[in-house]
């Protein structure tokens, strides 16, 4: 699982940063997802090592401009590139109608299938490798957040061990792979989990952008090994956070302390932290380190690594 940040600014692009845009690449399945899709995303991706061939995904978190500006644009490319087999659109009451009026206007028209679901807090996407769900965050309009949930994997079968105990190949090492308890033609009882390397723990990221600190966003990242969280004003400037119902930097290190995640990354930065500002971007992390230590600041087309974690057998 490897997070790109395509677009981290908040409202408007900046001459370093692009407006909302993060990027889910799962090299296992040759897949990539999006999180929100603001204006000129599909430049950014051409700048990147993702594929849009391999875009299958898209998660929106409201209606803002901001976050879905460069929707259209980018389905309407990848329907011209003619490389791109299907895409699902996850978002809110009203994205279809938003999309369905552009393609009218435009005259567009798709060459591949698109199918937008509307969703409301749960689980709104599963399959035998992931999880997704989403719950509703506190913002000016309707916004949800997402949680990612990779479902934890067996550990490695020690085949030479199985052999060593004249355990007869075939169907048995399916179910001895899969950690199951089987028996034997000769009565013995082979406990699979034995067999097996440590449990690789399934990763867990989640997404909250636009929200003022709410338990919203608390209850999608618990335990997370990555919270991806908004961090659009100073503590110095929380009325206005408090009034536009966007988040600090240290209401993003709340919601990940709370929320005992691993790892903070922060992203969506007012422009107005700009360098030679009476307070920058530099500040910011300093106020959430203070409250979360283990928080990074994203900036345009940053790749993070989401590690694994195995079971401790011990």
């Known amino acids: 699982m490897q997070i790109t940040f395509l677009g981290t600014s908040s409202g408007v692009p900046t001459r370093a940063r692009n407006v909302s845009s993060v990027a889910l690449r799962l090299p296992q399945r040759s897949e990539v997802w999006l999180f929100d899709c603001g204006e000129g995303t599909q430049h950014q991706i051409l700048r990147s090592e993702l594929r849009i061939s391999q875009l299958s995904r898209i998660f929106i978190t409201h209606l803002h401009g901001d976050h879905i500006f460069g929707l259209m644009g980018l389905l309407a490319s990848c329907g011209l590139a003619g490389n ?22 435009s005259h567009t028209h798709f060459s591949y299938p698109i199918k937008v679901h509307v969703v409301k807090p749960g689980i709104i996407y599963q399959d035998d490798e992931f999880t997704v769900t989403c719950g509703l965050l506190h913002h000016r309009i309707p916004a949800f957040g997402y949680r990612i949930a990779e479902k934890d994997k067996t550990g490695r079968f020690d085949v030479e ?31 699979g989990s034995t067999l097996c390397g440590p449990t690789e723990i399934g990763r867990k990221i ?9 338990d919203g966003a608390v209850q999608l990242a618990e335990n997370a090994d990555v919270l ?4 659009t004003f100073a503590h110095k400037d929380a009325e206005m956070a408090f009034q536009r119902l966007h988040s ?15 790892k903070l990354i922060m992203t ?9 500002n009476d307070i920058d971007l530099k500040d910011l992390l300093q106020e959430a380190k203070a409250i979360f230590p283990n928080t990074i600041m994203a900036h345009d ?11 401790n057998k011990n």
């Not at 989640?206 to 709410?214: E, I, L």
């Open 301 to 311: 087309f940053m790749i993070y690594d989401v590690p694994r974690r195995r079971e």
């Open 228 to 231: 991806i969280h908004e961090a």
């Open 268 to 276: 969506h930065f007012s422009p107005r932290y700009a360098p030679g």
């Open 206 to 214: 989640a997404y909250c952008t636009d929200t003022v600190y709410c």
């Open 161 to 191: 061990a199985a052999k060593a105990l004249n355990i007869p190949s075939g169907p048995i090492y399916g179910q001895l792979k899969r950690g199951e308890t089987v028996t034997l033609e000769d009565g013995r009882i082979i406990d």
């Open 84 to 105: 791109v087999e299907k895409v699902d659109i996850y978002g809110p009451s009203g994205l279809n109608e938003y999309l369905q009026a552009a393609s009218r206007y």
């Open 248 to 262: 600090t930097s240290t209401m993003a290190a709340q919601t990940a302390y709370a929320a005992s995640v691993r």
